[in-house]
């Protein structure tokens, strides 16, 4: 009952409130008052008066977020990272495999890949990780790049024509996995917004920045 007596006054307090100022949006208005202040700040809109709904700006989940692998095992992932970084580090301007989180976007492709996709990765990666740890005692992730060098180096072969790969498991991994790493990172957004390829890199064919293409948001209902 007595919030009943009380309902008929709460208008009249309403209109009591003091007016804000034109042109200075008023503090307490709520929602709408902070709307206008962003906007003012954002550059929207104009004057002191209503700018309309305040717009919110979208952050790229990548760059607020810390992407954790999803279908490597920690030991595996950690050798993939040293992998990329010691086969496609930063050269000539141009960014390297990590400042292209190249090994995030592999764990997500080759989780996504066929099952004899996914076996070449995982094999190849333990046996990096055997060999380092038959040679160094110490997983493959965890050493240094001259350790590294004489783990991978037996393994770099050239593979002339693509679709036929090298017999030996480890270097037909070897020699996939550094196409991959190459191939990632050089159409990636981070190697579009550096213009890579312009300072004596090979940009990839496509319509991003320098030629390259460039990683776009995969619809997560649709899979082809």
């Known amino acids: 009952m007595q919030a009943l007596a009380a309902a008929p006054a709460v208008p009249a307090l309403i209109a009591q409130q003091p007016a804000a100022a034109p042109g200075i949006p008023g503090r307490g ?14 550059g929207r809109g104009g004057g002191g008066g209503a700018t309309g709904p305040a717009l919110i700006e979208v952050t790229p989940p990548d760059q607020v977020a810390e992407t954790r692998a999803k279908f490597f095992t920690a030991t595996q992932f950690a050798a ?12 000539r301007g141009n960014p390297g495999a990590l400042d292209c989180h190249t090994p995030e976007f592999l764990d997500f ?5 066929p099952a004899d996709r996914k076996l070449l990765y995982r094999n190849g ?3 990096l990780n ?12 965890k050493l240094d790049a001259k350790q590294v060098d004489a783990i991978i180096r037996p393994l770099l072969t050239a593979v002339p024509w693509t679709h036929d790969p090298p017999k030996d498991p480890g270097k037909h991994f070897l020699a996939a996995a550094h196409d991959d790493i190459r191939t990632a990172t050089r159409n990636s957004p981070e190697w579009a917004a550096a213009g890579g390829g312009g300072r004596g890199g090979r940009g990839g064919a496509g319509g991003g920045a320098g030629g390259q293409l460039v990683w ?9």
């Not at 929602?31 to 954002?42: F, Q, T």
């Open 29 to 42: 208005t709520g929602l709408a008052g902070r709307g206008a202040s962003g906007a003012a700040r954002g």
């Open 80 to 91: 993939l990272t040293k992998l990329a970084d010691t086969l496609m580090p930063p050269l």
């Open 109 to 113: 492709l080759i989780g996504e890949s």
């Open 125 to 127: 990666l333990d046996l």
């Open 130 to 141: 055997a060999h380092a740890t038959a040679k160094y005692a110490k997983a493959f992730g």
């Open 216 to 224: 776009l948001p995969i619809d997560p209902v649709y899979k082809s």
